[in-house]
């Protein structure tokens, strides 16, 4: 999908605010070096950046990279895709907010962190558990089939079984790993939903005709009004997964 920089500043900032919460976990001495994997506009590799460590930012979207060099122009930023990292043993931590649900091929993605990380080097990662946006996902899928449209989700939104058994597989020790409600207000008041779906339902949108587009976002909102519209805000359903897991070069089953 084609990402909107500016909306993603602008409307969604709260994906970086929580993730600076992660960070927490990160050792962000001067001697480490520290991926942030699917950086965004640059906000968290910032963060990441602030006591001297070496960061660098990768994102899929030249979009994103473009406007992370704007922000932070004294960072290391790269278009790279996170299932085929150019590096290897080369990072003391991988660090991700908000992306890993983007990806369909989890093995490739994790054998690609795996790889560019560190003996004993650590992944920290948070990103959309089981039953993420459920609510909104669900009435958006309603919608758009009402109108002849098949569609076809596109995260990966695993249980926290789930997931350790694919870090497992990979030869990574889990440290840390759990499941969370995370209810998330979005800006921009009554806007705060068809904001958040023209963001992140964008593709889905591009079949549809600007009159269509329209009535879709206003029938998603109705259907949505019951279970997510709280205290005059849209309160997006979000759950999260979040995990800390060391490699060990000596625990790789395949």
Known sequence: MKWNSNLYDNKHSFVAEYGKSMINFVNVGKEQKILDLG???GVLTNELAKNGATVIG????????????SNYPNLIFQVEDATSLPFKNEFDTVFSNA???WISNQEKLLHSVYTCLKDNGTLICEFGAQNNISQIQTAFEKVIEQKGYSYCSPFFFPSKEEYKLLLDQAGFEVKHIIEYDRPTPLADEEKGLRNWICQFFASDLLEFSDEQKEQILLETEKLCKNSIWKNNQWVADYRRIQIIAVKNKNNRTK
Do not use: P
């Open 39 to 41: 950086c965004g506009t």
């Open 58 to 69: 990768t994102d899929l979207s030249k979009n994103m990279i473009d406007k992370a060099k």
């Open 99 to 101: 992306v890993f649900h």
